[in-house]
């Protein structure tokens, strides 16, 4: 069973930056499909952006240039670096793992609020 903790959010200015981790237990976290989801109020849980098995990564368009995402195998941690951040950016943040996008298994961490007001 794999465990993910998140942290890192809060408040922040339009134009400043945050950086969220994700704390993996249970298991390797170079060893899973590791993505960062966001979800605002009254929209579709989007996926940000992904990283496999510690390699290659996908940004959504929408932040490319803006965020970053990488792991930790010293530290077993998975972030999401995010700069210029802008209201639209405001959504709950979710540290998900799975094997493969078509597997049966699927494990999400509670949530981090990430907020862009001045």
């Known amino acids: 069973q794999v465990h993910l903790v998140e942290s890192g959010g809060g408040l922040v200015q339009p134009g400043g930056s945050l950086r969220l981790s994700c704390a993996v237990s249970?298991?390797?976290?170079?060893?899973?499909?590791m993505a960062w989801y966001r979800q605002a109020p009254g929209k579709v849980r989007e996926l940000g952006a992904d990283?496999?098995?510690?390699?290659?990564?996908n940004i959504r368009d929408s932040v490319k240039g803006r965020f970053t995402i990488s792991t930790d195998s010293a530290t077993n941690t998975v972030s999401l670096h995010m700069d210029r951040l802008q209201p639209e950016d405001t959504a709950v943040y979710l540290c998900?793992?799975?094997?493969?996008?078509?597997?049966?298994?699927?494990?999400w961490g509670q949530g981090t609020q990430v907020t862009v007001s001045s």
């Open positions: 998900h793992a799975t094997k493969s996008y078509f597997s049966a298994n699927h494990y």
């Open positions: 249970g298991s390797a976290v170079n060893d899973y499909i």
């Open positions: 990283i496999i098995n510690g390699g290659h990564s």
